[in-house]
C-alpha cells in the first residue's frame, strides 16, 4: 500500500499550497484566510514510480485553548494514520511559540519527521536551515512551495525513512 505523508504547522505556512503542489489537484483551497482549510484532505503524489497518499490538516495553532476541537482532532487523527510527517514552518517568521509546541505534539507521535522551512525563495537558505535546527528535530530543509524549489527533494528525503 501507498505511504502516508501528513502535512502539519499552524495556520499559514503553506500547507495547503505544498498539497495542490504535490497533488496538483485543486482539492485544497488556498487563499489569504487563515485557517480556510479545516479539514484532512487526500492527494495522490509520485515521486519516480512512487505513489504515496499526501494528507492536508487543517492549522493546528499549538494552543490547548481555543483550538476547534475537530480542528484538533483532524490532526490527531492524520497524525495516526501517517508513515511520517513533513512539519511545516514559515521562514519569515521564524520559530514562534505555537511552532514549538507543534513540535511537541508531533514528537509524540514518533514517527519519521521532516521540517520544511517553507517560503524560502529569495532567503539564505542555510540560516533559514540554522534558525529550525533548534526546534530539535533534525535538520530542516528549505522550500518554497509556491515556487517549487526543493520540493522534490523534500519527498526523495522523506520516503526512505519510512
Ligand atoms: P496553510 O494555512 O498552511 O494551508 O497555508 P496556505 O497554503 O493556505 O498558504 C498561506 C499563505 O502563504 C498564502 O497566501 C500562500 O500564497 C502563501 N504561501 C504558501 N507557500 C508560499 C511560499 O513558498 N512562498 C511565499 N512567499 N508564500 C507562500
Ligand atoms: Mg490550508
Do not use: W
Request: proline share 6%.
Amino acid at each position: 500500500s501507498k505511504p502516508i505523508i501528513a502535512l502539519v504547522g499552524r495556520p499559514n505556512v503553506g500547507k495547503s499550497t505544498l498539497f495542490n503542489r504535490l497533488t496538483r489537484s485543486r482539492d485544497a483551497i488556498v487563499a489569504d484566510y487563515p485557517g480556510l482549510t479545516r479539514d484532512r484532505q487526500y492527494g495522490t503524489g509520485r515521486l519516480g514510480s512512487q505513489p504515496y497518499i499526501v494528507v492536508d490538516t487543517g492549522g493546528l495553532s499549538g494552543e490547548t485553548e481555543g483550538v476547534d476541537p475537530l480542528m484538533a482532532g483532524q490532526v490527531r487523527a492524520a497524525l495516526d494514520e501517517a508513515d511520517a510527517v513533513l512539519f511545516l514552518v514559515d521562514g519569515r517568521q521564524g520559530i514562534l511559540p505555537a511552532d514549538e509546541q507543534i513540535a511537541n505534539y508531533v514528537r509524540l507521535f514518533d514517527k519519521p519527521v521532516l521540517v520544511l522551512v517553507n517560503k524560502a525563495e529569495g532567503f539564505d537558505h542555510e540560516i533559514a536551515k540554522a534558525e529550525f535546527f533548534k526546534l530539535g528535530m533534525g535538520d530542516p530543509m528549505a522550500i518554497s512551495s509556491a515556487h517549487g524549489d526543493n520540493v522534490e527533494q523534500a519527498i526523495n528525503s522523506i520516503l526512505p525513512k519510512i
